[in-house]
């Protein structure tokens, strides 16, 4: 059985890798940051533009958009959606919720952020 | 199994008239957003029912403007309104001639959404 799909081993779609990047990108950059008007425009900057970099250097022939929502915590609901008219096979997306709930971690964080991934490949 | 993949036009730029053009999307947006969520209250239970059926709609209604070789990717955050900051941003890694964003806020008392939808051109 022939499996063509090795020769697009590179171009592949593998959510682990983003996830390890996203993860990475935002511990090093929301760590310990408590929500702050003034501030969250810059950090919503600098998330993405990380995110993209590396995200760019894993050298796979894929557009990306990065969003990235964040949102101060005071009980209040947020619900995301995306809709995508593409190509299943090669195209994907990834979201990620920041910060996961660990029983361990005692700090009380003050903000949400979402990061959504969407690859295209051309 | 094979994957499948459009054929080659060579052609890396689309004609004027077939272009992805933030105009019109825009207008989309709006009614549709107002049309959907101007009764509408925010609903632990509902709003995510609510949320789908939103970028949905959106990513029909730019299907029908038969965009020919785009792909669409529609993105919609709805949220409660209790006083809290908020901030929504993205980055692109893309062809700056051929794709485009373009988003939405829509407000009323107790919600509140951001739609914002993506062209992106296949060569």
């Known amino acids: 059985m022939a499996d063509d799909s090795h020769s697009g081993e590179e171009s592949a779609w593998s959510n682990d ?19 702050q008007e003034e501030m969250v425009p810059y950090w919503i900057d600098e998330i993405c533009e990380t995110t993209t970099e590396r995200l760019n250097e894993l050298k ?22 995306t809709s995508c008219f593409w190509d299943t096979v090669n195209d994907g997306v990834f979201t990620y919720v920041w910060p996961k709930e660990k029983s361990k971690d005692q700090v009380k964080k003050s903000l949400y952020c979402i990061l959504t991934v969407f690859g295209v490949e051309y | ?29 709006r009614e549709v957003l107002t049309a959907k969520l101007d ?14 059926a939103v970028a949905d709609e959106v990513k029909d209604r730019l299907k029908e403007l038969h965009l020919p070789r785009y792909k669409l ?44 939808a993506y062209g992106i051109y296949v060569y």
């Open chain 2, 1 to 29: 199994m094979e994957r499948k993949k459009v054929e080659n036009t060579y052609i890396t730029h689309p004609s004027y008239k077939d272009k992805f053009r933030p105009q019109p999307v825009k207008e989309i947006l």
């Open chain 2, 73 to 116: 990717i529609v993105q919609v955050v709805i949220g409660e309104q209790r006083g809290q900051g908020v901030r929504v941003g993205s980055r692109c890694f893309w062809d700056g001639d051929t794709d485009t964003c373009v988003s939405e806020v829509y407000r009323n008392e107790t919600l509140f959404c951001v739609a914002t």
């Open chain 2, 39 to 52: 009764q509408a209250q925010y609903h632990a239970d509902q709003t995510p029912v609510l949320t789908k």
């Open chain 1, 17 to 35: 890798e983003i996830e390890k990047i996203v993860v990475d990108v935002l511990d090093s950059l929301l760590k310990n940051k408590e929500y």
């Open chain 1, 60 to 81: 796979k022939s894929f557009k990306y958009i990065v969003s990235c929502v964040l949102m101060q915590r005071n009980g209040a609901g947020l619900h995301t959606v």
